[in-house]
């Protein structure tokens, strides 16, 4: 059983920079996969980042490629996305998740694939 909560986010201007953080309870931290998702009003969830157990991998949605980056730390238990040049477009309710799967984009790009999910934090980016 893993238990995930989720801290950083709130009101920033376009350009500016936010770090969210995913704190994890629970063994073998390690051996989950990590995704990153967002939900705006109105819109599915989506998956802006995913990192391997071993934080050796990465998956960017184009929309944040080169702005967002996606790190964990497993001695912490711990996961951070770090997003830069924020746009009002970035705003929306940010959810880590994990999942024990074998790290390939059909698996990390599936939300059913994730067993854990945080509450959700949101980031809002004002113009």
């Known amino acids: 059983q893993v238990q995930l909560v989720e801290s950083g986010g709130g009101l920033v201007q376009a350009g500016g920079s936010l770090r969210l953080s995913c704190a994890a309870s629970g063994r073998f931290f390690s051996t989950y996969a990590m995704g990153w998702f967002r939900q705006a009003p109105g819109k599915e969830r989506e998956l802006v980042a995913a990192i391997s157990g071993r934080g050796d991998r990465t998956y960017y949605a184009d929309s944040v490629k080169g702005r967002f980056t996606s790190t964990r730390d497993n001695a912490g238990n711990t996961g951070n996305l770090q997003m830069n040049s924020l746009k009002p477009e970035d705003t929306a309710v940010y959810f880590c998740?994990?999942?024990?799967?074998?790290?390939?984009?059909?698996?990390?790009?599936?939300?059913?694939?994730?067993?854990?999910w945080g509450q959700g934090t949101q980031v809002t980016v004002s113009s």
């Open positions: 998740a994990a999942g024990q799967f074998i790290y390939t984009a059909p698996n990390y790009r599936t939300k059913d694939r994730y067993d854990y």
